[in-house]
């Protein structure tokens, strides 16, 4: 009788040693530090990826605003570890389903992704790192509950609006995590 419910004890001990094994191996750790230093207007021409996003933004004469932050350098490790596709998620911190399009984060010219080779062989030089995010001066909402849904303009020339940014990162096989949120104002001084 004992020996019985010894072995159902070993099936769902088992398992929750499972589970356990599977979080910290799988899970990557998140950027737990990530403050922002600085948020300036650029030209198109200041984007850090040559291309074809990079030449249709400056052939149309875009401007756009850069968001760079400081935090845990050990995320570009993370990217790697866990093959994340790391981007940054920007929403109205008034209006939580008006999302804007990013671009990013990069640190200085290499994207934080493992979809660009860079990133493999990308050392940090210190415990914190430079991380940039881009996006258009003007622009679309996209919504973050629905993406079909039609959404109202915005202008950062005219209006001034407070955003509320993660830089976060996910595979395909279930890996994901998130940064802590850093709320700032960008757009033009009224």
């Not at 040559?50 to 756009?64: F, I």
Request: charged fraction near 25%.
């Amino acid at each position: 009788m004992a020996d019985n419910r010894l072995r159902r004890a070993k099936l769902p001990a088992s398992l929750l040693v499972l589970v356990i094994l599977y979080v910290s191996a799988c899970v990557p750790e998140p950027i737990t530090d990530l403050r922002a230093v600085e948020v300036r207007r650029v030209p198109a021409s200041a984007f850090p990826e040559p291309g074809e996003l990079r030449n249709a933004l400056m052939g149309r004469g875009e401007v756009l605003w850069k968001l760079s932050f400081e935090g845990d350098a050990d995320w570009t490790g993370e990217v790697r570890q866990h093959n994340l596709n790391s981007y940054a998620n920007a929403v109205r911190c008034d209006l939580r389903d008006y999302g804007l399009d990013t671009f990013g984060p990069y640190v200085g010219k290499i994207p934080i992704t493992t979809q660009h080779e860079a990133i493999q062989i990308f050392k940090p030089t210190s415990k914190t790192l430079r991380y940039d995010i881009y996006t258009t001066e003007a622009g679309s909402y996209r919504s973050v509950a629905d993406f079909n849904a039609p959404m109202p303009s915005y202008d950062l020339t005219r209006e001034r609006i407070p955003l509320c940014i993660r830089i976060a990162g996910g595979a395909m096989h279930g890996a994901y995590n998130r940064s802590n949120e850093v709320r700032l104002v960008i757009g033009a001084e009224r």
